[in-house]
Each structure stands twice: as C-alpha cells, then as structure tokens.
C-alpha cells in the first residue's frame, strides 16, 4: 500500500463521517429544538425548566429526581411509570407490554421513552421525593431475642427521617472477614417516626447470611452505618374499622412501627397484633405491647407458640397463630371491614393469607411484608 | 452491467423466493424478538421496508458515486454501516417532528433497525448483483414486504399459540425457531418459480 492510497482513504473515510456528522448535528438542530419546556410536578408544587427533546427520565434525574429505572432508559423493565397529565403525545408500542387498561387512563407513562417536547404536567409520587442516603451511627446494639438484635441508629444532627410506617430502608454493610464486598440488604424499621433524630432495625440472625451475620457478629455501637430510603408500598390505608396485623419472627418489626404509629396517633380502630412463633425466648417486645393493651382499650396483642415443650415458662396461647387468628375472625360481625397487614416469610404468608381469605377479608385489603 | 432481469420478477422473487427471514435467514434478531404481538410486529415489519427502501438508494448511489470512482471497495461495509445509522436517525428525528402519529407506530422501531442485518444484508446483495437503480428499489421493496410478511405469520402464529399448552423449556424463542423453520420449508417450495441472482 502507498502512501497516495493511505491518504485517499484516510481523506475519504474523514471526508464522509464529516459529511454524515455535519448532516445529523444540522438536522439535530434543526429536529430536535423543542425550546425550553416546564416540568409542572404535582400540580405546581414544583416546576423545573429544561432543554426539550430529551427523555423525560435523562431531563428528571438531572434535576436529582430520581424514578426507580433497573434498565437504563431502554422500555425493558417497565419500572419508571409516572403520571404524565398533559404534554406527553400518544403512547408508544414500546410503553404499551407495561401499562395496564386502567394504568392507560390515568395518564401511566414510562418516563424513559416520554420525549419532552412541550410543557409537561406530571404527578410524581411523594415517596420519590423522599429517598435519600443516611450516614447514621450505631447507638444501641442489643439482643431482644436469642436470634434478633435490635440496632438502633442515629441520624446525622439535623436530619429528619420522612416515612411512613411499615415502609423499610437500605441498609449497607461494610467488608467484613471473608466477605470483601459491601452488600445491601432492606429491612423494615421498627420504630415510629415521632422517634425522631433515630431509627430502629430488628434483624435476625439468618444462617450465612451475609448482611445479618455483619449485624451479629462484626457491627460494635458507635460504628457508622449508612442507609437509603425509605421505600415500599406497605403502610398503614385506615380505610376500615377494624385492623389486623399479623407477624412471624423479626416480622413484628414493621408492625411495631405501625400500632405505635396509630396509638399515638389515636387512631379510631380496633387493632389485634398476631404474633406466632416457636419458644417462649422467641417472644420480644411483649411488655411493651401489654403496658399499650392496657392504655388502649382498642388494642391487644395475641401471641401463640407452636413448639411449647414441658418445662418451658409458658401459660399463653399454643399451636399455629393462624388458628387463633381463624376463630377470632370467625366473630366478627363484618368480616368485609377488615384490613390486614401481613408480614413474615412467604409460607407463613401464605396460610395466613389464606385464613384471611376463607373468613370473607376482600384479597384487596390485605397488604403483604415479604422477606 | 447491471443483469438483464426485470425489476419485477426481482420484486416478487424477493419476497417469496429469497425471502429475507426464510429464505437468507438474515434479520433474525429483531424477527424473534418483536414477534409475540401481531401489533407491534406489523408496526416493526413496515418500519423496516421503509428503511430498507431509503437508507439502501442512498447506499446505492454512494456506491456508484462516491465509493466506485474512488476505488474504495475495501472501505464499503464501514461506509454503508455508517450511513445506515446516519439515516435511521435523521428520519427517526424527522418523524418525531413532523408525524408524532407515524412516530407513535414506527418510529420507536426504528433504532431497532440500525442494527438488523437484514438492511445491511440488502445492500451488501444489491452491489454483488450490481443491480440497476430501479432493480434496487423494487428488491428492497420486495424484501421489505417479505421481511414483514414473515415477521406478520410468526406474530400471528405465536398470538394463537399463547392459548396452546406448551412444554415449559419449548415456550418463547424455542418454538418460534421451530416455527420459522417449518415456514422456511414451505418458502423453499417457491424456490425455481423465480430464480434471483
């Protein structure tokens, strides 16, 4: 090859990349020049101006609006819905597979694919505004149970912690013996928001689990923590007169938050707590629970043990909590005015779930914590 | 020269005898994947005749005057990629300006396309066979249509099929292969009513 024949080349390829960048850059100028548009974010309780012609998802999260997205902007999981009121243009194949009839007629759109091409009004869930990242402190470490710690940690002076109960956080660990890399894992919070300026885990101890090993065996008070959140869907609806919360294991923890919430709170329903477990030193936070019991007359807790062997210091309620909580249902007047909060492993859930069922609850008033 | 075989029978041979999924098996990718809804799938089969008509006359005239002239054949698959993508976007930005209702239905497709070997494939065949200017537009007219009759049949097939009780491990991309090779049987049928080169 030449030096004449190198030079052609390099000069054409050159030459014709120019050419076809010059024509996209003129024609993106020239396209894709919608002006400055205005993001109306629930209804006018913020307003941000951008640059039209990008992706609505790109334009938010540039304005530190962060939409939960686990593809990236590329219509494949569905996650970045939000309400686009006005401004968006017809729905595209693309968002189509992920929207529901009833998501279509209010105004779901997937942000990713939503080009900002005029004034935009959009509803943005609260909760999004919500979700930030916590450098918090270890203040107190201890056993409720043979298996569960409670960890109590402390927020940075000055910062408030805005959530609603029974919804949980990210919590983040650091590298630890042989495991050389920070996890996450959710767990939800125990303690009411009026504790403010604190927030509480209780988390068992899960055989190699990496994240409660970390809480067991490796985390000492006065270490930093850091979390994110909050997030979930399971929070108290207060639509009925009578609620139901029932629990298994370190599943008691957002239901604490919940009935401490709601009695403080005064709230008008009676609340029953179920709590089942094995052994009587499974059994946590019942003192607490009974010194409510007798403060409210519109809360009682209700715990049942499956495994109570001999010798065990133990007069309450045996057998699986879902029996229990089958004949207590089976009082009740309005079966249809109840809502219940779930929270435990997934076959715990689901025979409770069941029980729930069988006894007239509508399967839409019943709200899950699954771990 | 360009070879002495009307435009017409290019355009129909295209479509049923070297048919671009069943017969060259060329676009595989985007076939399989957009296929399960007949919607979606017409919307992706016309995006890419319209694609393949316009990015492959533009391919054919930098061919004839750009890359031939200057004895660049070596450079042709870089170029012609190059202009496909150029193309593809100027037109999607185009539609998204001008026909927001067009865009709706084809456009969201038409990234999609830049990278289908079934365009790239077209112009590859069109300058092997040197073909004339109006041989090129009807072959990528016709394989256009092939390419979305093809994809039409298999969403077609697979929308009834979501009723059929499958085998779990056949479900999904292992029976839309099956069905493409038994379609594929029955376009070799056409084969020797046309011959194309």
Redesign the interface.
Known sequence: MNFAEVF??VL??TG??AA?TI??SL??MK??DYGICTLDINDGSKTLEVQGGQYLLNSLAANKIFIPSACGGKATCGLCKLQVMEGA??????E??YLTEEERENHYRLAC?V?I?SDLKLHIPEELFNIKEYLTNVDVLEDLTHDIKLVRLKLPEGEVLNFKPGQFMQFYTKPYDKIKESVFRAYSISSPPSEEGYVEFCIRQVPDGICTTYVHTALNEGDQVQLSGPYGDFFYRGNTKTMVMVGGGSGLAPLRSLALDNLAKGVDANMSLYFGAQKPRDLYYTEEFRDLEEKHDNFKLIQSLSRVEEGDDWDGLTGRITVHLDEDLKKLEDPTDVEAYLCGGPGFLASVRKVLIDNGVPASQIYFDEF | MAPNISPLVIFIASIFTSNMVLANFLGMCSYLAISSEYKTASGLGKAVTLVLIITNVANWAIYHYVIEPLGLEYLQYIIFIMVIAAIVQILELFMDRYMPDLHANLGVFLPLITVNCAILGATLFQVIRNYSFLQTLLFNLGSGIGWWMAIIMLAAIREKMGKAKLPPGLAGPGIAFLITGIMALAFVGFSGIFPVQ
Not at chain 1, 89 to 94: D, M, Q, R, V
């Open positions: 052609t080349t054409s390829i014709i990349s076809l024509i996209i024609a993106e396209l894709n243009g017809p729905l595209l194949p693309t189509e597979p694919q080009k091409k």
